[in-house]
């Protein structure tokens, strides 16, 4: 990984920012600042990466919350396209319901009955949603303050967010060092790439859970916006959205998005998979040309303002939930409130359950080996990507 060691020496380099490239009308630059401090008294910081075309990505080293993606629409007309709150207060008071904008693990998704076998030893996790363990137990990586390293990439900013979980943290068996690095290309992508190491063997699936929607944050329901998936089959569940264990065709159901369909065109159908869920909430099986094949997932597009959002991912899933538990009692950072339906997530994925489903593809990670995934999100227009208006 082109880590710029040099970089990680300026610290603390507070205010300084990085001029990367001038060759578009904004030059490539990431900047931090103080954002707050949390409920046990450690310091957050807010990083801003914006690159050559003026697109901008914030995160926290809280949670690794990205908390703002300033994308133009065709005319050049900025809009913030992902949930989020005002305050780290509010990410922290209400993080362990909607998860905006964080890095999940260690095992994002669900794991049934919070428990798993792994080489005859069973390990037991907290039961946090219903009688199951989702997004890593009460205190996943979503709640933790994450040691942050600018980065010098050839192609854009980032910056590499690290922390170690301790053996046995939540459950989960090993020491485990995470490393995500986020970095905004100049070609208008946010790429996020997931390293872990284990000392001892255990379980793990990493995602980013931001909330999008294309005609920005605040705007309303995102059921008129278009939705492709490249998949042929999903993984049903059952009441609690635990896999049964089957992939399902798509084809001839709600869940066929193999061509370009507004997310709304189907919500409300009586498919037995949209009523468990109370909506889309579900993991579909990306069609790969080779596991691991850094590939398309899904496009989103948003014909008023002509967004478009490209995923592409390393990983074979991708759980698409359109925001069914906003139920309007959060007040957003648009200083608007949400409900369902209001965004839709694209968290690229290994299977929920897997650690208790041996015919899906393995999260395991054997001590001494290294995990390593990649999801790009490219954000475009339906014409030629504009100038950002200033
Ligand atoms: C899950 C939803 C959950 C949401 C927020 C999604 O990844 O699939 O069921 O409500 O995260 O926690």
Redesign the pocket.
């Known amino acids: 990984m082109p880590f710029d060691s040099n970089m990680a020496s300026l610290a603390p380099w507070l205010g300084i920012a990085l001029a990367l490239a001038t060759t578009g009308a904004h030059a490539a630059k990431l900047d931090h600042a103080p954002y707050g401090t949390t409920k046990d008294g450690k310091q957050v910081e807010i990083y801003t990466l914006t690159n050559d075309h003026g697109v901008v990505v914030k995160f926290l080293s809280y949670g690794g919350i990205i908390t703002e993606i300033n994308a133009p629409d065709r005319q050049g007309q900025v809009a913030d396209i992902v949930l989020g709150f005002r305050t780290l207060e509010e990410y922290e008071t209400n993080s362990a319901?909607?998860?905006f904008g964080a890095l999940i693990g260690r095992y994002?998704?669900?794991i049934g009955q919070a428990r798993f076998t792994l080489e005859g030893q069973e390990y037991k996790l907290a039961a946090n949603?219903g009688p199951n363990s989702?997004?890593g137990g009460n205190v996943g990586f979503d709640k933790q303050v994450w040691q942050v390293e600018p980065l010098r990439m050839s192609d854009g900013v980032g910056a590499t967010l690290s922390l170690t979980s301790p053996n046995g943290q939540e459950g989960f068996p090993g020491t485990l060092t995470v490393r995500a690095t986020y970095t905004l290309t100049n070609d208008n992508a946010l790429r996020i790439t997931y390293e872990a190491q284990t000392d001892k063997d255990t379980v793990l699936n990493l995602t980013n859970?931001s909330y999008f929607n294309l005609a920005g944050n605040g705007s309303g329901t995102v059921e008129d916006q278009i939705l492709t998936i490249n998949a042929d089959r999903f993984t049903p569940t059952d009441a609690t959205?635990i896999p049964t264990g089957e992939l399902t065709p798509v084809a001839g159901t709600p869940m066929d998005f193999r061509t370009a369909t507004p997310i709304g065109a189907r919500l409300r159908s009586s498919f037995q998979a949209l009523v468990y869920?109370h909506g889309y909430?579900h993991n579909w099986v990306l069609n790969k040309p080779s596991p691991g094949a850094l590939s398309f997932a899904a496009r989103a597009y948003e014909p008023r303002s002509g967004r478009v959002l490209d995923c592409y991912t390393t990983e074979p899933g991708v759980?698409v939930?359109t925001s069914?538990?906003l139920d309007g009692s959060l007040v957003g950072s648009a200083g608007r409130t949400y409900r369902q339906t209001d965004a839709f997530?694209l968290?690229t994925q290994h299977f929920p359950d897997s650690p208790n489903k041996p015919q899906f593809p393995t999260t395991e990670l054997k001590a001494g080996q290294t995990f390593r995934s990649e999801t790009v999100f490219r954000f475009a227009t339906d014409s030629p990507f504009p100038q950002v208006n200033p």
Do not use: C, G, P, S
Request: aromatic share 16%.
């Open positions: 319901k909607v998860y994002a998704n669900r949603n989702l997004h859970h959205l869920a909430d759980q939930y069914n538990f997530t968290e």
